[in-house]
């Protein structure tokens, strides 16, 4: 990935879910449909393209690298979410300006995801 391509995705729908949350126009609910369009349909991709990939590799018998690459972009994938989702719940659940400001401690850590699927 490019530079602060995965940084702008996550940010982005972080801000998006804590605004609506804000307003209380996002149930709890909706946060389970967000967490499987950001989790578990990229972790579907990634595993067919795991797939292709430990069948290419598997002749070369090197299916170890492949393995460590998925497990690598799964990792990041799911932090990614979990650091996204934190505001808009902690906004839910208590006051909204709570919120904003979990959304700038969790900046630092979505730089950092960035930084680790830049190598991937």
Request: aromatic share 14%; proline share 4%.
């Amino acid at each position: 990935m490019r530079v602060l391509r995965f940084f702008s995705v996550y940010f982005f729908l972080s801000l998006t879910l804590l605004i609506e949350s804000t307003w209380k126009q996002h149930l709890p609910s909706d946060f389970v449909d967000t967490f499987v369009y950001t989790l578990i349909i990229p972790i579907g991709v990634a595993s067919f393209i795991l797939l292709s990939a430990l069948v290419h590799e598997h002749k070369m018998k090197e299916t170890k690298k492949a393995f460590r690459g998925f497990l690598k972009v799964i990792g990041t994938l799911g932090a990614g979410t979990m650091l996204s989702l934190l505001p808009a719940l902690t906004s839910y659940w208590t006051n909204p300006t709570l919120g904003f400001i979990v959304l700038f401690i969790i900046l630092p850590g979505l730089y950092i995801l960035d930084r680790v699927m830049e190598g991937s």
